[in-house]
């Protein structure tokens, strides 16, 4: 007969990706053992393997399970009404806030993608491929001189907008809500002028 599912499974399961997450950041993936996942969990190695049948398995659904959410929580910002300027800034704004809540899986995923099978590496990279993709089509709308013709300056322009919003994760950790949407109005108007000014 099979094992039935525990009712408090997904919150169960939620607290080890959250938990372990933390120790990834903090020890690097390849340090890491499942010992000190369950230890961070307050649970049994054993009951780590309940959910997870290895640190690769875990790995990956931190992983998906983060990258999908914000994925789908950025690409909710489009919509036909909103000025691609207010859309740049709400893009930004919401990827920091993001980043505020998630500061761990964030800060795993350049080391812990290439540690996953091929197939999970594609999922992963779907994910942030639409993510790059999505702030591509409103740089376009901002300045569409510039960039329908010069697709490298647009890829340039979007990877230096993350490559912004990650130095300020990495050293302002501690920044609130209002500290975090201050800097995206300052990269908004930064990428504005600058893609509309040369």
Same mark, same amino acid.
């Given at each position: 007969?099979?094992?039935?599912?525990?009712?408090?499974?997904?919150?169960?399961?939620?607290?080890?990706?959250y938990a372990s997450a933390?120790?990834?950041?903090?020890?690097?993936?390849?340090?890491?053992?499942?010992?000190?996942?369950?230890?961070?969990?307050?649970?049994?190695?054993?009951?780590?393997?309940?959910?997870?049948?290895?640190?690769?398995? *875990?790995?990956? !659904?931190?992983?998906?399970?983060?990258? +999908?959410a914000l994925r789908d929580?950025?690409? =909710? &910002?489009?919509?036909?009404d909103t000025a691609p300027?207010?859309?740049?800034?709400?893009?930004?704004?919401?990827?920091?806030?993001?980043?505020?809540?998630?500061?761990?899986?964030?800060?795993?995923?350049?080391?812990?993608?290439?540690? *996953?099978?091929? !197939?999970?590496?594609?999922?992963?990279? +779907?994910?942030?491929?639409?993510?790059?993709? =999505? &702030?591509?089509?409103?740089?376009?709308?901002?300045?569409?001189?510039?960039?329908?013709?010069?697709?490298?300056?647009?890829?340039?322009?979007?990877?230096?907008?993350?490559?912004?919003?990650?130095?300020?994760?990495?050293?302002?950790?501690?920044?609130?809500?209002?500290?975090?949407?201050?800097?995206?109005?300052?990269?908004?108007?930064?990428?504005?002028?600058?893609?509309?000014?040369?």
């Amino acid at each position: 007969m099979a094992r039935s599912v525990a009712k408090d499974h997904d919150q169960k399961r939620q607290h080890i990706l959250y938990a372990s997450a933390r120790v990834f950041a903090e020890e690097g993936i390849a340090r890491s053992n499942m010992v000190q996942v369950a230890k961070a969990c307050g649970i049994s190695k054993a009951n780590i393997y309940h959910y997870y049948d290895s640190k690769d398995a *875990l790995l990956f !659904d931190i992983l998906n399970t983060y990258l +999908s959410a914000l994925r789908d929580r950025l690409l =909710a &910002l489009v919509s036909d009404d909103t000025a691609p300027e207010d859309h740049l800034h709400a893009f930004v704004s919401e990827v920091l806030l993001a980043y505020l809540k998630m500061d761990a899986e964030h800060k795993i995923q350049s080391e812990g993608v290439p540690l *996953l099978q091929e !197939d999970q590496q594609l999922i992963l990279k +779907s994910y942030q491929r639409d993510i790059v993709r =999505a &702030l591509n089509g409103t740089l376009l709308e901002i300045a569409p001189q510039r960039f329908t013709h010069d697709k490298s300056s647009l890829r340039a322009t979007s990877m230096s907008i993350f490559g912004m919003l990650n130095w300020y994760a990495m050293w302002n950790e501690d920044a609130d809500e209002m500290a975090r949407n201050n800097y995206a109005k300052l990269v908004t108007d930064l990428v504005i002028n600058g893609v509309r000014g040369g």
